[in-house]
């Protein structure tokens, strides 16, 4: 807990909705919660019974593109994996989100489920758009699915992993 400072920093700045200070607090201060942190940014999951779900990562906008998301996310994945290897790990991302969802394909996790319609974009629907819709949109904004992913981490990865 003597990060969550920081990390909540990290969070203002990254994100349009970010979390509360309370919402750090509670994750946090939770035994099973798993967190990494760097000086440009964080990672943030907790077990769940018998997998792992990532919630949060995020890198400050001035050291985007640099690979350090990548490195954000292996740490991750390996405290997780020192922790509670043989566990299937989850997260979510919104489908507009395709730096996001390329980085988790690139650390192995695969698609498997969609919400349709989940996250309101701040994008209005366009006028064709409206003629169109298939369903009632609150205040004609433009929706994007949830896209669910998940990896399964054998403990024997990391273990290759040490030997590389």
Known sequence: MKHIDRIFEIEQICFDEPWSYAMFEAALSNPNSICVLED????????????????????LPEHRGQGKAYVLMRKFLEKANSVYGGSPVFLEVASRNVHAIKLYQKCGFVEIARRKNYYKSSTLLTESELRTAEQPFELHYKYDDA???????ERKERKDEQNQ
Do not use: R
Request: proline share 0%; with cysteine; hydrophobic share 50%.
């Open 147 to 153: 896209i669910l992913m998940c990896k399964h981490i």
């Open 40 to 59: 440009y940014g964080y990672a943030l999951g907790m077990q769940l019974f018998d997998e792992c779900e990532l919630h949060s990562i995020a890198v």
